[in-house]
């Protein structure tokens, strides 16, 4: 049985997952830091994503900056679209994102019409909606102001002369400048990928539901180029036809219904742009099993032609079902050569490559996922009650935080002395392991289960006799006693 909202929330604030960020002075929202095992379980994460985007697709992977300069989000399109509709209280100041407010709206009045029709308003239209339905400040009661555009990048001045600069509002602009440069360094040949994972800044109007809506996140990213003209029957070696039998959950534009379709049928009635397009979703796939998120708990929807990203020909998320309902999890997009088009007009620099002896400027598909978002649709999945006393994480053992706790049952010299050792040789070989000494067993049973711990190895007095150990399933429950030698 997986737990509600407060179970989740309870642990992950018991256990100090993660938490809100310079909280003794100021309660502003959208920044996290975290704690010793949400971080560990974050880099597990990461690493799953690694082993299957950069790894298993043959990426190269980059770091770049996190501040740009205007130029570069000029060209980019972010510093005169990358906008919010926001209004605020005239009484108490407090300030809105218009859409969202809408929406909560109508999904309040169960109006799905209304709901649905929200991304498509303009401006005037939302005023509008907001005056018919004499929608208020939800804190005071005040009128709202009139709505206005907000752009959501934090900006900030560079050097003495205070040239204008942003933090990034993604990853992926890094990988675009830095794309020719590696093409020709290394050699490439299209189809790259290219990938990038690190933190992105966007000055949200109302942060919200922990992990869901930051100001600062994390991204996994990867921009794969290609010639647009060229056939996509392979990718690295890999053949496509074994990729487009696999079959996922879809929602198409405008309908509610998830139909279970293969990439193949996808692609042909072009619901998904391409073939590479469909090797993104199919990776997304595999991510999610790997992170024991089952697949009646995935769907990708394609985007409404309003809702697309101002440089997309087309866009796909995957959204997972968490305690805060379905979330986007990552954005899938065909960029076309939107973004290496127009740094290289307002640059002035050449971004085409040579391949296969012909000029081309790249196209990309982009693969988008949001890490803090994916750790918190992993954790509402695996926490589960199965009334042992406590809920517990039902976490795979590659994305665990530990998978053995070790555990000295009595303070014996000669007990501390064996499980400190087990411990060194198991973290020597490489194996993520915890040792604690302090509490009762059976609360260090309960914190290490509620931290997802795949094991725990009790040492006592028949271990220094025998040779022997005591080793708890999580899952389980269950202990045998095995030879410490065998403990691996
Ligand atoms: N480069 C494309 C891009 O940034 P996006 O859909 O705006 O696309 C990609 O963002 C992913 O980043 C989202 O699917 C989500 O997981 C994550 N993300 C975006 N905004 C976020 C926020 N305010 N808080 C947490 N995660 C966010």
């Known amino acids: 049985m997986v737990v509600n909202e407060t179970g989740i929330n309870e642990i992950v604030d018991r256990r100090l997952f993660y938490y809100p960020g310079f909280s003794i002075y100021n309660e502003l929202g959208g920044f996290y830091d975290y704690g010793p095992i949400g971080l560990r379980i974050k880099r597990n994460i990461e690493s799953a994503w690694r082993r299957l985007f950069v790894e298993r697709l043959g990426s190269l992977e980059i770091e770049s900056t996190t501040i740009l ?19 605020s209280c005239v009484k108490c ?16 009045m169960k109006d799905t019409a209304s709901l649905n029709a929200v991304k498509k308003l303009s401006i005037e239209e939302m005023e509008d909606r907001i005056d018919e339905n004499e929608i208020a400040c939800e804190k005071c009661g005040g009128r709202l102001t009139k709505v206005e555009r907000f752009n959501l990048m934090f900006r900030t001045n560079i050097g003495q002369k205070g040239e204008t600069a942003y933090l990034r509002p993604e990853t992926a602009q890094g990988v675009f400048l830095d794309f020719k440069d590696i093409f020709r360094s290394y050699g490439l040949k299209l189809p790259s990928p290219i990938c990038q994972v690190g933190k992105a800044y966007r000055n949200e109007i109302s942060p919200r539901q922990r992990l869901v809506r930051m100001r600062e996140f994390t991204q996994m990213e990867t921009e794969l ?10 990718l690295n070696r890999t053949r496509m036809d074994d990729i487009l039998d696999t079959t996922v959950r879809f929602v198409e534009a405008g309908q509610e219904i998830v139909l279970e379709q293969s990439l193949r049928d ?12 469909a090797m993104m979703l199919h990776l997304e796939k595999r991510l999610l099993a790997h992170l024991g998120i089952s697949d009646e708990k995935y769907r990708f ?6 809702e697309l990203p101002h440089y997309s020909k087309g866009n796909v998320d995957l959204e997972i079902s968490t305690e805060y309902g379905y979330i986007e999890v990552a954005g899938n997009a065909y960029r076309g050569d939107y973004d290496l088009s127009a740094h290289a007009k307002l640059s002035g620099s050449d971004m085409s490559v040579v391949n296969d002896g012909k000029k081309v400027v790249p196209h990309v598909i982009e693969a988008s996922i949001g890490l803090d978002r ?28 530990y998978a053995y706790a070790i555990f000295p049952l009595q303070k014996d010299t000669k007990i501390l002395e064996t499980a400190f050792s087990l411990y060194q040789r198991m973290v020597d070989s490489g194996v993520q392991c915890y040792y604690s000494e302090s509490g009762s067993i059976g609360k260090r049973y309960a914190k ?29 429950t269950k202990q045998e006693r095995k030879p410490i030698g065998e403990i691996k």
Not at 93 to 105: C, P, Q, V
Not at 266 to 277: A, H
Not at 375 to 397: E, H, K, V
Request: contains cysteine; hydrophobic residues 40%; proline residues 6%.
């Open 69 to 87: 300069p205007e130029a570069v989000l000029k060209a980019s399109g972010h510093v005169a679209t990358f906008t919010d509709p926001i209004a």
């Open 93 to 108: 100041g407090t300030a809105y994102r218009i859409d969202k407010l809408l929406e909560e709206f109508y999904e309040k």
């Open 225 to 234: 180029f290609f010639d647009p003209e060229k056939d996509q029957s392979e």
């Open 266 to 277: 996808l692609v042909r009635s072009g619901l998904v742009p391409n073939n590479y397009f």
């Open 301 to 306: 929807r394609q985007l409404e032609k309003e």
């Open 374 to 401: 994916m750790l918190l649709a992993m954790l509402s999945n695996a926490i589960t009650d199965d009334q042992r006393g406590w809920p517990w994480l039902n976490l795979p053992r590659q994305v665990a935080p």
């Open 448 to 476: 290490a289960d509620e931290m997802g711990v795949m094991h725990c190895v009790t040492i006592d007095f028949q271990s220094i006799e025998d040779g022997t150990a005591t080793i708890r399933d999580r899952n389980t």
